[in-house]
């Protein structure tokens, strides 16, 4: 049981980080002036304009242009596949060394069967040992 549900999230965590390590995503910032407007991750930014402040502020929009920057995160492009045939051959010693001395970890026990668990003794009326004047030395 243990072992299905460790098995089961080493999977989704190993697919996740390969899906996080190849995704690419854009980060568009708009300022207007040295005043940021808008940030948006996947969409455009919202762009500022002379609707966007009041009429005193319309005369600083004209004299400073409004610029847009791109971050762009580039995810990983080419994913190499590995096998243990190409580790030398003291790391494929020691990853074999190491996988079975952890496998018997995980190994979940047979069931084993106690001959006397619902025997129970009969009802001593008196002691024996006691009676007859037998005792171990």
Known sequence: ??????????SVTMAILLLLSTVSFTVEKHFCGDVLIDVAVFSSTEKCGPDAFESEHQEEIKKSCCKDI?????????????????????QQQFLFAYVLSFNGLFEVLPKQNIPHKHYTPPNLIADIHVRDQVYLI
């Open 1 to 10: 049981m243990l072992k299905q549900v460790l098995h089961k999230m080493s």
């Open 70 to 90: 791109l971050d762009i995160v580039e995810g990983q492009n080419e994913l190499t596949v590995k096998t243990i045939d190409d580790l030398e051959f003291e």
